[in-house]
């Protein structure tokens, strides 16, 4: 046990010592400022939903407990998959193994460490989520401290099972096959478990939470909504735990989180006993596999700017980390069309117009993560190689430029097409159409622009985890960030689209100098939140404090 | 030809580099030594264009590489210590890249025949996060070939090479110097520095604490390096 925590302290060291070197701070309060009222609103948001279930007369606290269910299967889906990826760049490609597996430390010690640095990476993300949601939750029942401290409690044994299962499967993966074959085996595994997440919502069938329409009367819809999906499944007994605390049931939810507690060590106990013992052989087998030879070899394209891109483009293309996540990609935007496809709008047109205006905001998340996921950590990654770019005879702006078009490029074509496809799916009018495809175009073009600012402000180059350089300062405050424009231009667009909207269903004239100056306005947000930050690039690219980092002196 | 005036930079509060000068001839070689954190990364750094100094003039053969970094760094190679390449690419497509961005007239035959030498010829088709630190430095003493440069910086050239690989980056920097290029290495291996410098700068706390010709060292004080180094060091 000494081991254990002489290591977890060890931890605790290295991530007090990141706060001693702030740089900035007035410009890191702002931001923190800005993710504070991203969690409010959420909150506000989150209220109203559950204020509005509970007040439902006789079904609300069914439906109450179905919504809950949704998102508690959704926390358990993100903490298993984020837990899968970071057990495999925080535990098995970690190059801090090399410093540690030497020391006289034991095996179990050791890698229990590191199972718990994977789940915090994978896992703090969704903690913080769930803050608002527990104060909106808290507001709702009147949760005093003990109940709420309960409630958390349960939350937080429920999340280090599902970790621990998804630190399993890596570990799983990663003892049957050596070196990047364990990433190809994930990017199957993933597959699997995202076709089966959409299978269960199809099994929860929310739709008919909100389209108690389709019944012939009360009973009907009220027995279909209490049928359990899957009665078993573990985010179901956590519903109802958390229903049984909030309504003072203490002996069922004192036995529910017993068999929580249980399961969790059980969970944790099989981990540790598999981990410890295939650690040492594991990392052996990954460092020593493969004889690296790349399937394809290009030619590098004459011209320097033409070399630059190229490089990006097969780095990029090489690193099967990424290639995995764009299959992942691949098969949320697949869920979501198909989603979009089938949903049960029924044939009033201006519906379908509504939720393809809406949509530009499902389209504008989807964006973010990708530009988080490939952009953001790509110029991180990059950061410890720019010494050759640095030294060589390329300007910092011609450097900036090629490495910005490798990327703008494709996501405003992804924004475009992505917004057309989906607003296709809900059978919009091509107008609107069109629009909201420009629109989502648009949003491709700023988010990657951010992505490079935030990436080059706040630079994790000295590590390649992948699951650290998201989870870092500088990856949530882009994310909120790009959030907060997502909203912002959604809110400026809302008027015009509601005049476009009736135009078409009641011939109504819109005010057409009040949708110009609203249209303006979206063009000058976009410009401000594209065309300043990448200005602000540049700058910080060729400056003083950029180069010293590069250098690795800060 | 390397001119360097009153050079100074800070990391923070920390001053790395505080005003220092010197000169290298073209043909010549400077080696600088000094204790770890004496600066000597640092004014490389800044010489190939990586830092930006607080103040001080730095002339690459009477370019300025502040006014005009491009011409500048266009005849300068440089050889960190820490070889950091990108991974995903492979050692020749590493080359071949480097031969794009400082438009290098060196031809496919002669490229091989250099990797041949270096024995890294098989290496050449394989991913660069398969190779060992030395194999990377070898790749990376190939760009000086790459590049016919007129300045060439080395820092920490001997880490990880085999002696084979020691014997021929000493062949290859005598032909540069040959051909009249000005090369300012840093180095801890004092042996090497004897065998290959001509003149010897030691630095310490960001200052330059003595100059002098390692012939003149060698043969009239009859000292060597490392009785210099250990007399010119305060511990």
Known sequence: MRDFWELLSLKLRIFLNSFRAVRHPGKKIFFSLLGLIFLAGMYFWLRRILVYLVNVPVIGEVVLLRFVSLMIFISAVLAVLSSMLSAVSTIYASEELRLLIPCPVRQGSLFAVKAIEAAVYADWMIVVIAIPFAAAWGHIYDLNFFKFLFCAASFFVFLATMSATGILLATGFAAVFPSKKIRDGAIVLFAVLFGGMFFYLKALEPKFIFHADVFGNLLQYLSRLQMPGFPLAPFQWLSRLFIAISSGNYPVAATIFGVFFLFFVFAAAVLLFIGGRVLFGICGRIRGAGVGEPRYIKKVPDGRLSAIRWREKIVFLRNSEQVSQMAILGMLVAIYLTSVLKAPLGDIPYVRELLTFLNIGAVGLILTAAALRFVYTGVCLDGRFLWILYSSPLACGEILKSKFMVYTVPFVFFGFILGAVSGWCFSASPVFVFATALICSVIGFVVVQLAFYFAVS????????????????????????????????????????????????????????????????????????????????????????????????? | MIKVENLKHSFGSFEAVRGISFEVSDGEILSLIGPNGAGKTTVLNVLSGILLPDSGAVEISGTNIF????????????????????????????????????????????????????????????????????????????TIPIINPKVILLDEPLVGLDPIAVNLVCRMLARFVKSGAAILMSTHVLSFAERIADRVSVIDKGKIVFEGWIKEILETRKSSLEEIFLKEIPR
């Open chain 2, 67 to 142: 006014e005009n970094p491009r011409k500048a760094k266009g005849i300068t190679a440089y050889i960190p210590e820490q070889p950091y390449l990108w991974g995903k690419l492979t050692g020749m497509e590493f080359l071949n890249f480097t031969r794009r961005i400082y438009d290098s007239g060196i031809s496919d035959e002669e490229l091989e025949k250099l990797m041949s030498e270096f024995n890294i010829f098989d290496w050449r088709n394989r991913l660069i996060e398969t190779y060992s630190h030395g194999i990377k430095q070898k790749f990376i003493f190939l």
């Open chain 1, 458 to 554: 706040y630079p994790e180059y000295r590590t390649d985890n992948l699951s650290q350089i998201e989870s870092s300062y500088g990856g949530i405050i882009f994310m909120v960030t790009a959030i907060f424009y997502i909203a912002a231009i959604l809110s400026i667009l809302a008027m015009p689209a509601y005049w476009g909207l009736m135009g078409e269903i009641f011939r109504h004239r819109a005010p057409v100098r009040f949708s110009a100056l609203l249209g303006l306005l979206f063009v000058l947000t976009s410009f401000l939140f594209a065309f300043l930050p990448r200005k602000l690039t540049f700058g910080i690219f060729s400056s003083r404090r950029h180069r010293n980092i590069v250098a690795g002196r800060q």
